[in-house]
């Protein structure tokens, strides 16, 4: 069983990826299948090589135009990498021809999914989000079986080849502890924890608002916050500033986690977050309380209507950027440490809304179209 794996690049489409090819080597090894193979095609970025090299799947990168929404000298120079892309595609995917393809979405998938239907390989998609991107609407049309992870996404696609699953989770971040944070990050055991995180990309007003009211929040809980690599070094300026030496040792500063991703989720008595998919996927995984702050720039709202899901089901709070002020800011962080009945409230309608099997159950859909 050949798989093509396809997505745009971002931790946000290859988490995922790698969470449902976890699940189709177990499946395959259970049932005595001949060992899968596996082929990435599409951009080249840091994310994707280190995840599949340390999967040891290999990769096949093409160039991919990106569709800003937005003025930029870049979408004049991207405009003429889709067609490179196409013929690069064409040719690896002749070479190795795989049994199915497997799209993420994302601008690097295009290609590949186009390219699967030209040459009549069955095509399974995945949208993450509440409302799907322009490449999973239009990828939507020649594919064969599109997965989605929120109810309102299935408006969006033929009901006759849509199927709600939910969001796939690297198994890996459902093991963290709280004890191993503790050493890990520094933590003081009478003090809560809140965790911040924009994602693998970092968020810049999350990043202000933390800066801005950081020596407030210091009083009353400890911090771990993960700012993004591109913003680690103004942040951590701007901190070094405003910060003493004792209120420092209360604030944990990182560009991104990686294995300590696990342990700063189970630390965490309350998240702030974005509202990616992915992240959301984990928080109701985990069962955490959280207040989500919603990307306003997100293309079609998807972050807002993602977090839109989470708070009718009573399993976060959400606050819009264009709110997003000290004084409710903090308001709102001391309000929800201080009412623990409020926030088991909370983590037990987030729960409700996990999905803990979706890997297992898209590995079965791929799966099931090749035979």
């Not at 976890?22 to 395959?28: E, L, V």
């Not at 003429?80 to 049994?99: E, R, T």
């Not at 055991?189 to 020596?215: H, K, M, W, Y």
């Not at 951590?236 to 944990?252: I, M």
Request: proline letters at 5%.
């Amino acid at each position: 069983m050949r798989i093509l794996l396809t997505g745009g690049g971002t931790g946000g489409h290859i988490f995922p990826i790698l969470a449902i090819v976890s699940q189709i080597k177990k499946i395959s090894e259970g049932r005595g299948f001949k060992e899968p193979e596996f082929l990435f095609i599409g951009p080249k970025t840091k994310s994707t090589l280190e995840s599949f090299k340390n999967l040891g799947i290999p990769c096949r990168f093409i160039l991919a135009g990106k569709i800003r929404r937005y003025w930029s000298a870049k979408n004049f120079l991207d405009f003429f990498k889709f067609p490179i892309g196409l013929v690069q595609g064409l040719w690896w995917i002749f070479i190795w021809m795989p049994d199915i393809a497997f799209g993420k979405g994302g601008y690097g998938s295009v290609a590949s999914v186009l390219i699967s239907w030209i040459y009549r390989i069955p095509i399974i998609l995945h949208e993450s989000d509440a409302v799907p991107g322009l490449v999973n609407r239009i990828s939507g049309i020649f594919a064969n079986r599109i997965i989605v992870s929120f109810p309102k996404a299935k408006d969006y696609f033929s009901s006759k080849k849509t199927i709600l699953i939910g969001n796939p989770v690297r198994s890996g971040i459902l093991n963290g502890s709280r004890e191993l944070a503790g050493q890990k990050f520094r933590l003081k055991p009478d003090l809560p924890v809140l965790f911040i995180t924009g994602g693998s990309q970092g968020a810049q007003r999350l990043n202000e608002i933390i800066i801005e009211t950081l020596p407030e929040l210091l009083k009353r809980c400890q911090i771990i916050h993960q700012c993004g690599t591109n913003n680690y070094q103004w942040v951590k300026k701007e901190t070094d500033l405003s910060l003493n030496e004792s209120e420092k040792q209360y604030y944990h500063l990182y560009p991104f986690l990686k294995d300590e991703m696990k342990d700063a989720y189970a630390a965490a008595d309350l998240i702030i977050s974005r509202c990616g998919a992915n992240t959301l996927a984990e928080i109701a995984a985990l069962g955490k309380p959280s207040i989500l702050v919603p990307l306003a720039s997100a293309a079609y709202n998807h972050q807002k209507e993602n977090a839109s899901y989470f708070r009718r089901a009573g399993a976060a709070t959400v606050v819009e950027e264009e709110n997003l002020q000290p004084n409710l800011f903090t308001g709102l962080i001391f309000d929800l440490l201080g009412n623990p009945e409020q926030r088991q409230m909370m983590r037990e309608n987030a729960g409700k809304l996990a999905k803990p099997d979706a890997a297992e159950k898209i590995a079965e859909e791929i799966i099931k179209l090749v035979s």
